[in-house]
């Protein structure tokens, strides 16, 4: 079957979210370091602790670290190891906020991202799967003794579900969509973070929302989504904010396409803006407005005891803190339509070796090829595009979010 480059996969991109992600982090560490000791506790209580460890019968619990009394640099309790970390963006929302952007029965993985963070921490690599992948999920634990069954060609955000069962239990869901994802790509997953849905809304809300400029209206369909924001400047709250995050069918922007695609990018835009917004108002040195905002993001996750202190978030933040940003990549399995429906997706070959560079920590981005001139080609060659040569660059391409989507950009 002929590859092409589908709908539903995500675009080849460089962003530098995760290096504000580790300065905002940084200043996690700052609180804490400064003495404000109960913010400390307040900001460790806000983290859900989600030992799918236990649930998976492995040897994962870490050594327990003692809080530093004095200031200090954050150290990286992962140092000079490589990391792959299943990042899982869910419907899922609390009780409190069942009706949020529609019905609040659903309990899956809509966003599923392995992050690839080098041993040497001068790369961070993202390969996104798409949701509507057809995949083999294997037997899953479930947290009263039982086993599901597997299942073969089903939706990959459905394996969050069935691991999650009728009692939704996060663990649970999280511990079979790592299984899944290891018994496709062969990696074994270091650690994980489940994202709730109405995190991001807190989020949203405690920077007092996202500007963004739209090329043109953006209306979702009724029978999924109250969505209706005019084209220009429009400033999104959190509950607009995940409704334009999540919407995949209407009018404008690539909503008559249904597409994954058009979602994935609306998504890289809108985290452009906000991390714009986040530096506009210095919340980075704003102590009161970090510690808000950072309190509202720890609130939004579930993660494993390795992850689960925001000491431990800091320092592996801190040590990638020199990410150059062409090497923060932002990649999508390949994909093609499914033959069984055009609807579905399945993976192609060249998925293979995408994750065994992630296991073998080698980066998914080639190494540029050396320029030519004339002189090298045992003077065969001729003067004739020699200037093109010369300007051949060796950087990586570090594309971003279109500018018309940015935050300040509207005629």
């Given at each position: ?11 080849h991109a460089g962003h530098r979210v995760l290096r504000w992600t580790a300065l905002g982090l940084t200043g996690v560490l700052a609180l804490v370091g400064s003495g404000a000791v109960a913010a400390y506790i307040d900001l460790q209580n806000q983290i859900e602790v989600s030992d799918v460890d236990a649930l998976l019968g492995r040897d994962g619990a870490p050594e327990p670290q003692a809080e530093p009394s004095e200031p200090e640099d954050p ?337």
């Amino acid at each position: 079957m002929e590859s092409t480059n589908p709908r539903h996969a995500g675009p080849h991109a460089g962003h530098r979210v995760l290096r504000w992600t580790a300065l905002g982090l940084t200043g996690v560490l700052a609180l804490v370091g400064s003495g404000a000791v109960a913010a400390y506790i307040d900001l460790q209580n806000q983290i859900e602790v989600s030992d799918v460890d236990a649930l998976l019968g492995r040897d994962g619990a870490p050594e327990p670290q003692a809080e530093p009394s004095e200031p200090e640099d954050p150290t990286d309790p992962f140092a000079g190891k490589s990391l792959d970390i299943l990042v899982m963006g869910t419907d899922f929302r609390d009780a409190a906020n069942a009706e949020l952007a529609g019905s609040g029965d659903e309990f899956h993985s809509d966003t599923t991202l392995v992050v690839h963070i080098s041993g040497d921490r001068s790369r961070i690599e993202t390969i996104s799967i798409p949701r509507d992948s057809l995949v083999d999920i294997p037997a899953c634990p479930r947290p009263d003794g039982s086993t599901t069954s597997p299942q073969y060609g089903a939706m990959f955000n459905s394996a969050f579900a069935i691991g999650g069962g009728p009692e939704h239990d996060i663990t649970a869901a999280a511990a079979c969509t790592i299984l899944t994802v290891e018994a496709l790509t062969g990696l074994t997953i270091d650690d994980h973070v489940v994202v709730k849905m109405n995190g991001v809304v807190d989020i949203v809300d405690a920077i007092g929302g996202v500007p963004m400029c739209l090329p043109e209206p953006v209306v979702g369909d009724e029978r999924y989504s109250d969505l209706a924001l005019d084209a220009g400047r429009q400033v999104l709250d959190g509950e607009t904010a995940i409704q334009f995050l999540r919407v995949r069918k209407g009018e404008g922007m690539g909503l008559e396409l249904g597409s994954d695609l058009q979602r994935i990018e609306r998504q890289q835009a809108f985290i452009d803006s906000m991390m714009r917004e986040v530096l506009d108002q210095n919340v980075i040195t704003d102590t009161p407005a970090l510690y808000r905002m950072v309190q509202a993001a720890l609130r939004a996750i579930s993660t494993s005891p390795e992850l689960a202190s925001p000491r431990a978030l800091a320092g592996l933040a801190w040590s990638v803190r020199n990410v150059d940003p062409s090497d923060i990549v932002f990649e999508s399995v390949p994909v093609v339509d499914a033959p069984s429906d055009p609807n579905r997706v399945v993976w192609t070959s060249e998925a293979a070796g995408m994750w065994e560079k992630f296991a073998a920590d080698e980066s998914l981005v080639p190494e540029p090829e050396p320029s030519t001139s004339p002189s090298d080609d045992d003077g065969k060659g001729s003067d004739e595009g020699s200037e093109d040569a010369e300007e051949v660059s060796e950087e990586k391409p570090s594309p971003s979010p279109s500018p018309s989507l940015r935050a300040g950009v509207c005629a």
